[in-house]
């Protein structure tokens, strides 16, 4: 085996430091090498080694310096390109669906491709091979069973793909010992029978995540790279490291010695953890050589990006040559293309993001990752990819997942990219991630994907479902309604998720759709295929799939009924009999007389008309073909409700401005408000009232539609600069309105001051004397109320677990809390509540209060709050944030050890120094030597930031950007996950 680095060349085509943030556009190869084959015979199933059923965390996911600049990118509200609502037209169940994988492994990586006569599945670190009616023909085995280079390796994350080019299957998997890529390929399309060629193609640094694609010249191969070797500190560019690898493909199916090439990704910026995309040719037409793209998306909520944008590079391969091989940016496709501006950021960049029901662990999103795979197809007029990655859909409330998905384009000789169709497929309240998108040979496109749900109403465990759209749908749209392959039954025990899911198109038909994905059920990781397919099934099927007139609204007697005919089928369809009924009366058939092309459809008008005029009353309608040849009647009838509404009818349904935060002062009012009657309106009456005062009254002149929402601002703001609860009342006041109950809607904002200053001590309310092992904090002055103490601090045994708290105050009658912030996340949360509105009777008395911390409480440093006052007159005293009219609010430090696990960072200095434009230079000193995390929250709770920092020769070093954060204080946490130091700062 044979490998050079190729330094010297990228340094000539570099022209500047290697760590400089310039922009390079074309690079040579930075590895080179080659890898011989090792013949293995077929499967025996004597020889299988069993899977592995210990349970066991496959490769945690690390990221260095992440990147991301709180406040930073846009949209920073909703997503533009959101779907809102799932698809309308009838979707198929699936085929066949069967149980692949159970395994202990975290995550299980499922993985699977569909062959001519086989389904070929992999996890970590196992495989299987079944037929294609789900029947098992070599039983789930290690992936050292394959044999060759893979003996005594099962490191994982396995990809499996079938090579329809070449009529193969290829089963990948990573390994660190040396750091390679292991591959192993058919020697004929049976995987069972025929045996296999293995190859191991060293990549000098550690591989991960690696994601397989074919194209005429290689099987590309693209990896998140070692974030120990990636970059220098603060320097969000990848320009040093091989990032995609391509593989000699030709050699590699004869079972020849194979060349193979690292790249770097000249021009990327990067948020640590980061997974770009080749593209994976499928169809009857092999790709030509060369040009082979590569993809990622770029966010401006990351340093260095100023749009958000899709970066495409080209590799052009010389196997004869291998040093004359090129990778170039090629295309950045942005706003102006077509791109509408996304926010991929969960959590500050954290892994834990996504709630589930009951109190399982937030799981990962998958953010930074383009799924796999981008799938390429050829057609006579033009070439497609179709691909997809995550997105929070309104970055400015708690997160919500989506998936956004895009058709790419370009003419058949292959010129530029363009943006044929995207969308953000999001259409209710549940978190919906990790998917997998294709497109059929008609250009269909399927998808499958998991869906979440926390809500107590509607729970839904991580469950696997599917949707499409056919190819002459509007663009943009998932049209399909979800069909469900499998429904969890439990909450995913680990934050890791997937980490990925895998749909394929079956070659014979090239219609029909393999998805696989994880799920959970009685405490185990689960694997489920689904397979599907959107392309007609039958010659002759039609169907009614919507209603476009009558709508909800103020109805009549004589009203014309319109509705949209669908051809499912592959004939087309004329002269076939239409028909509708209301409350199961007589029905009305009249003849659709033009014609449907298949998988187009058409409104039809009846010419007799409905009776719908009784105000207030729920109609029952039902519409439907009745093709005499019809081969499937399941989607042939519509029924659903429509309502003669009364004509007046508005309410606010919300008020989305102001919201609780700090440091409000005067701030708009924004209402959402909705027509709820049959008729549209103008000069609508509003108006709102802070606490108990009086209305402010406006008048809204824009006409309102039918159903239709609109956002109103109010030209009067509302006072909220003195700290505290606020209840805003709004509503609507429309003459006649016959439903007053829809009217109005009162939401409760609070303006939180956690340096919550203004509380009156002077006539000697609040602490005077206050005493925690070694803080001894005596003769405490009266100032505003708020002392920041933070300087003095104490250890806390854990094993200990419980201790005591002197307090003395100057007056009588006061009330005494304790909070800790054991999450280092800036809020003291009611659970952090350690003592609650305990009594001091007598002033200048110390009384001695216990309380008692968690066996399993975070090592490290963390935030004490105690606050005491006299709270008979105004203000809470266990609301940590609001200011009490008499009494006084301090913060402490308190270091939780333990005598069993001394604290490693015990040592520490942790020192934070502010420059112009609030940004702030993070230093960490200390004897610890591994990687550390910085997290950065605000006073909500909401994590901003999260990354990893390594150790130079100054300490543990981070340069913070919070030029673009809203003024405030934000918590500061370095450590590891289990202990930490803490500061605050404050943005200006």
Same mark, same amino acid.
């Given at each position: 085996?044979?490998?050079?680095? !190729? ?5 000539? !085509? ?46 945690? *996911? ?13 949209? &920073? ?16 169940? #699936? ?24 389904? @070929? ?11 294609? /009616? ?52 058919? *020697? ?55 990032? @995609?690898?391509?593989? /000699? ?41 060369? %040009? ?42 942005? #706003? ?7 926010? $991929? ?20 999103? !998958? ?5 796999? #795979? ?49 969308? +953000? ?27 979440? %749900? ?12 599917? +949707? ?25 025990? $680990? ?55 009558? &709508? ?55 010419? =007799? ?13 039902? =519409? ?14 519509? /029924? ?65 539609? @039918? ?31 016959? %439903? ?9 904002? =609070? ?47 854990? $094993? ?53 911390? #968690? ?20 203000? $809470? ?23 069993? /696990?001394?604290?490693? !960072? ?44 390594? *150790? ?21 946490? @370095?450590?590891?996950? &289990? ?10």
């Amino acid at each position: 085996m044979l490998k050079k680095y !190729l330094f010297l060349l990228f340094l000539f !085509l570099a022209s500047g430091n290697l760590f400089s943030q310039q922009v390079l556009e074309r690079s040579k190869p930075v590895l080179a090498g080659s890898a011989r084959a090792i013949s293995t015979e077929a499967l025996s199933k004597k020889d299988l080694l069993p899977p592995s059923g210990e349970f066991k965390i496959y490769n945690p *996911k690390n990221r260095s310096s992440n990147i991301v600049v709180p406040g930073k990118g846009y949209p &920073k509200n909703l997503d533009a390109a959101w779907q809102k609502e799932v698809g309308q037209i009838p979707n198929k169940k #699936p085929i066949l669906v069967f149980d692949a994988a159970t395994s202990g492994s975290t995550p299980t990586d499922p993985t699977g491709a569909v062959g001519p006569n086989h389904y @070929v599945n992999a996890w970590n670190s196992a495989f299987a091979i079944y037929d294609k /009616e789900g029947n098992l023909l070599s039983p789930p085995a290690d992936l050292q069973t394959i044999g060759g280079t893979f003996v005594g390796e099962d490191l994982g994350d396995p990809i499996v793909f079938y090579d329809g080019f070449a009529d193969r299957f290829v089963i990948t998997q990573f390994s660190d010992s040396p750091n390679s890529l292991l591959v192993a390929i058919t *020697k004929g399309p049976d995987p069972v029978n025929d045996g296999w060629y293995t190859y191991r193609f060293d990549t000098g640094t550690f591989p991960d995540y690696p994601k397989f694609y074919v194209w005429g010249d290689g099987y590309y191969v693209t990896t998140n790279q070692d974030p120990d070797e990636i970059r220098a500190p603060g320097d969000p560019t990848d320009n040093l490291n091989e990032v @995609v690898y391509v593989l /000699e493909r030709d050699k590699i199916l004869l079972g020849e010695e194979a060349q193979h090439l690292g790249f770097p990704l000249p021009g990327i910026r990067v948020n640590g953890f980061y997974s770009p995309a080749g593209f994976f040719a499928v169809g009857k037409e092999q790709p030509p050589k060369g %040009n082979a793209p590569i993809m990622y998306y770029q966010d401006d909520s990351w340093l260095g990006v100023n749009e958000d944008h899709l970066k495409i590079w080209l590799i052009n391969v010389d196997w004869k040559d291998p040093l004359n091989s090129t990778i170039e940016e090629s295309q950045n496709l942005g #706003p102006s293309d077509g791109v509408t501006p996304f926010h $991929s950021v969960f959590d500050g960049g954290s892994f834990h993001n996504l709630s589930q029901p009951g109190n399982a662990p937030d799981v990962d999103a !998958l953010q930074g990752a383009i799924m796999y #795979p981008a799938a390429y197809r050829q057609f006579p007029d033009h070439n497609s990819v179709v691909f997809n990655f995550v997105v929070d859909i309104d970055p400015s409330v708690v997160e919500h997942a989506g998936i956004r998905w895009y058709e790419l384009r370009q003419d058949a000789s292959g010129g530029p990219w363009s943006v044929y169709q995207e969308g +953000t497929y999001a259409p209710d309240g549940s978190d919906r991630w990790c998917g997998s998108i294709a497109m059929d040979k008609n250009g269909n496109i399927g998808m499958g994907f998991t869906v979440l %749900n926390d809500s107590p109403e509607n729970p839904i465990f991580p469950s696997l479902r599917y +949707t499409g759209r056919y190819a002459d749908d509007p663009l943009g749209m998932m049209t399909l309604q979800e069909e469900t392959i499998a429904k969890g039954v439990s909450a995913n025990p $680990s934050n890791r998720y997937g980490d990925y899911s895998h749909i394929t198109v079956d070659p014979t038909d090239e219609e029909t759709f393999w998805f696989i994905g994880e799920y959970f059920a009685q405490g185990s990781r689960l694997n489920k295929v689904g397979v599907f397919r959107i392309a007609p099934e039958y010659v002759n099927d039609v169907g009614v799939v919507s209603l476009v007139s009558p &709508k909800n609204g103020t109805l009549g007697s004589q009203e014309q009924i319109t509705v949209t005919i669908r051809n499912f089928g592959s004939a087309p369809q004329s002269n076939f009999p239409v028909t509708y009924s209301v409350d199961e009366g007589t029905s009305v058939t009249e003849t659709f007389n033009g014609t449907i092309q298949p998988t187009e459809q058409a409104e039809f008008t009846f010419s =007799a008309r409905a009776d719908l005029s009784e105000v207030g009353t729920n109609y029952s309608f039902s =519409a439907g073909t009745q093709l005499s040849t019809d081969e499937n009647p399941e989607n042939d009838f519509l /029924e659903l409700v429509i309502r003669n509404l009364p004509p007046n009818d508005v309410g606010i349904t919300d008020i989305i401005s102001p919201e609780t935060g700090e440091n409000l002062g005067m701030e708009q009012v924004v209402v959402i408000v909705e027509n709820f009657g049959g008729e549209p309106q103008n000069n609508i009456p509003v108006a709102y009232r802070l606490d108990e005062g009086n209305l402010i009254e406006e008048t809204i002149n824009q006409q309102l539609a @039918v159903g239709g929402q609109l956002s109103h601002t109010f030209q009067t703001p509302v006072d909220l600069s003195d700290p505290g609860k606020y209840e805003i009342f709004a509503t609507t006041m429309l003459v006649e309105d016959s %439903n007053e109950k829809n009217d109005s809607v009162v939401e409760t904002v =609070a303006n939180l001051n956690c340096i919550p200053r203004g509380s009156d001590c002077s006539f000697g309310d609040g602490i005077y004397n206050f005493y925690l092992n070694e803080i001894v904090n005596e003769n405490i002055y009266c100032t505003d109320g708020y002392y920041d103490f933070t300087g003095l601090s104490t250890p806390l045994d854990r $094993s200990q677990r419980t201790f005591k708290v002197g307090v003395s105050s100057r007056f009588s009658d006061n009330r005494f809390s304790l909070w800790i912030d054991f999450n280092d996340n800036g809020f003291f949360d009611p659970s952090e509540l350690l003592i609650s509105s305990q009594v001091l009777e007598l002033s200048n008395v110390v009384y001695t209060f216990e309380f008692t911390i #968690p066996a399993d409480a975070p090592l490290g440093e963390h935030l004490m709050r105690v606050r005491a006052g006299d709270t008979s007159y105004s203000g $809470s005293l266990n609301d940590p944030c609001s200011v009490m009219e008499f009494g006084n609010t301090m913060d402490y430090t308190v270091v939780i050890k333990s005598d069993i /696990e001394a604290s490693a !960072l015990e040592d520490g200095k942790l020192l934070i120094t502010s420059a112009d434009q609030n940004i702030f230079d993070i230093r960490l000193t200390t004897s610890y030597q591994q990687f550390l995390w910085v997290t950065v929250h605000d006073m909500l709770g909401q994590k901003l930031v999260e990354n990893r920092i390594d *150790k130079s020769y100054n300490g543990y070093e981070y340069m913070l950007d919070m030029s673009y954060a809203a003024p405030g204080v934000y918590l500061v946490r @370095v450590g590891t996950r &289990k202990e930490g130091k803490v500061k605050r700062i404050i943005v200006r």
